[in-house]
């Protein structure tokens, strides 16, 4: 098993330019969570799902869309990307159809640097 | 809502020293406590989790945690550091019969000198 996958790893970005992150997990888990690591933040939720075909907001979901089209992948899209955006991305999955009790599961990670 | 506070944004201890890594949480009924741990350019994995029954909960590497309801607590600890336990320690809480959305904390740096 491959667990949760990223892609990509690193990217730069100019201000207004858009991008689109995968994440893919192949536990066959139900959740997936979109977070951002800043220093001094630890992480924040940007947006969730609990199954296909459902999105949610989180935290800080201002700037950015998701889409969980099949129960494998979340997208992450930044549609106009600001230096604000400048982070470290996760993304991760929990069977969280059985409880809450389960420990999430996280991908390696994306830094992005909007310039 | 639950919340939870790490004490401490960085901790620094000698090799073989103990380690100590605070966490208390905020929550109005009976929570789930997780410790990650998250190695440099790496992802988060999880240290180890209480759910119920036995308050003492062992993890990899060597570490354990107490849940202690009366202090609202839930402290990592290692009886003695070694150079790559050197990571970042977030403590994490869920509620139980909510959805699955975990509370993270701030999270701790833990650094280990020779």
């Known amino acids: 098993n491959a667990g949760v996958t990223q892609t990509p790893k690193f990217r730069v970005l100019k201000t207004g330019q858009s991008m689109t992150l995968l994440c893919a997990q192949d536990?066959?888990?139900?959740?997936m969570y979109w977070y951002r690591q800043d220093p001094g933040m630890g992480l924040r939720l940007i947006h969730y799902s609990v199954g296909e075909g459902t999105t949610a907001k989180g935290e800080v979901p201002d700037g950015y869309n998701v889409s969980r089209l099949k129960k494998q992948n979340f997208l992450l899209g930044l549609e106009s990307a600001a230096p604000s955006q400048t982070s470290v991305y996760f993304c991760a999955s929990t069977n969280g159809a059985a409880s809450s009790y389960n420990e999430q599961f996280f991908g390696p990670g994306t830094r992005l640097t909007v310039l | 809502a639950q919340s939870v506070t790490q004490l401490g944004s960085h901790v620094s201890v000698s090799e073989g020293a103990l380690v100590l890594l605070r966490c208390n949480y905020s929550?109005?009924?009976?929570?789930?406590l997780f410790w990650y741990v998250q190695y440099p350019n790496q992802g988060l994995q999880l240290l180890l989790k209480?759910?119920?029954?036995?308050?003492l909960v062992k993890g990899i590497n060597g570490f354990e945690a107490e849940f202690k309801k009366s202090e609202t607590s839930f402290h990592l600890t290692k009886p003695s550091a070694h150079m790559s336990d050197a990571a970042e320690y977030f403590c994490a809480v869920s509620v139980r019969g909510g959805s699955y959305i975990p509370t993270f904390g701030r999270g701790t740096s833990l650094i280990v000198h020779p």
């Open positions: 209480y759910t119920t029954g036995a308050t």
């Open positions: 536990m066959n888990h139900e959740y």
């Open positions: 929550s109005s009924v009976p929570p789930y």
